[in-house]
C-alpha cells in the first residue's frame, strides 16, 4: 500500500530563515504529489503540486518543492519564511494506479519564530 | 474554481446522539467527493468516498456512513455517536488523480 512520511512532526525556526520541510514516499509507479497547508481550524490549501515536467515546483507563498524520483521525496522549501506561514503541512501522494484515493502523510507543525 | 461548503462550523453532540453533517460542491461537476477525519494534532483519515450519486466506498468500518444524494451534495451521518467519533471533519472535493482535492473549512465535533 502507498504511504507517505513526514519525518518531522514539529519544526521550530526564525523568522526570516530558510525552512525544507521533508516527505517520502513509497511507490514505484508513476505519481502525483501535493503540499498542501492547514491554518487552525480550517481546511486545507493547497501550496503546489507535481504532476509530470520539471522536477522543481514552484507554488503560492514563496514555496517551492524538488521531486526526486530515486530518493522517492518531495521536499517542501522556502528561502526565507514569515510569521505568517506557522501551520501544519501535509504533503499528499496519489496516482493513476490507486484510483481515487489520495494519501496523506501525518503533518508537519511549522512554527516561526520571531 | 471550486467552492465547498460545510456545515456546521462546530457542533457539540452527546453520546448516542445521530449525526448528520452535510457537504455541497459548487463550480464543478461530476466531482469526486470525500469524507476525512482528523484527529487532534494528528493527519487525515480517509472515511469515505464517491465518484458518482449513490457511488460510496468506505475506508474504514466504524458507525458512521455517507451518501451522496445529488451529483454535488454529500452526507456523513451517524445513528448514534460514540466518543471516539469526535474530531474535525472535512469534505473535499476532487475531479482525478492528477488533480487536487479541494477542502471545505470543516466541521469540529465533539462528543460528549
Known amino acids: 500500500a502507498q504511504s507517505v512520511t513526514q519525518l518531522d512532526s514539529q519544526v521550530p525556526v526564525f523568522e526570516e530563515a530558510p525552512v525544507e520541510l521533508r516527505c517520502n514516499y513509497s511507490?514505484?509507479?508513476?505519481?502525483?504529489l501535493f503540499w498542501y497547508v492547514q491554518y487552525p481550524n480550517q481546511g486545507l490549501q493547497l501550496l503546489l503540486k507535481?504532476?509530470?515536467?520539471?522536477?522543481l515546483v514552484k507554488g503560492i507563498n514563496g514555496f517551492e518543492a524538488e521531486f526526486n524520483k530515486s530518493q522517492t521525496s518531495f521536499h517542501l522549501r522556502k528561502p526565507s519564511v514569515h510569521i505568517s506561514d506557522t501551520a501544519e503541512y501535509f504533503c499528499?501522494?496519489?496516482?493513476?494506479?490507486?484510483?481515487?484515493?489520495?494519501?496523506f502523510g501525518p503533518g508537519t507543525r511549522l512554527s516561526v519564530l520571531p | 474554481s471550486q467552492t465547498i461548503h460545510q456545515w456546521p462550523a462546530t457542533l457539540v453532540q452527546p453520546v448516542g446522539s445521530p449525526l448528520s453533517l452535510e457537504c455541497t460542491v459548487e463550480?464543478?461537476?461530476?466531482?469526486?467527493l470525500y469524507w476525512y477525519r482528523q484527529a487532534a494534532g494528528r493527519g487525515l483519515q480517509l472515511l469515505f468516498y464517491?465518484?458518482?450519486?449513490?457511488?460510496i466506498s468506505s475506508e474504514v468500518p466504524q458507525n458512521l456512513s455517507a451518501s451522496r444524494p445529488q451529483d454535488r451534495q454529500f452526507i456523513l451521518s451517524s445513528k448514534k455517536l460514540l466518543l471516539s467519533d469526535s474530531g474535525f471533519y472535512l469534505c473535499?472535493?476532487?475531479?482525478?488523480?492528477?488533480?487536487?482535492?479541494?477542502f471545505g473549512n470543516g466541521t469540529r465535533l465533539t462528543v460528549t
Open positions: 473535499a472535493s476532487g475531479q482525478g488523480s492528477n488533480s487536487p482535492l479541494h
Open positions: 511507490s514505484s509507479v508513476s505519481v502525483y
Open positions: 507535481y504532476l509530470s515536467g520539471s522536477t
Open positions: 499528499a501522494v496519489t496516482s493513476r494506479d490507486y484510483g481515487q484515493n489520495f494519501v
Open positions: 463550480g464543478t461537476s461530476n466531482p469526486n
Open positions: 464517491s465518484v458518482g450519486i449513490g457511488q
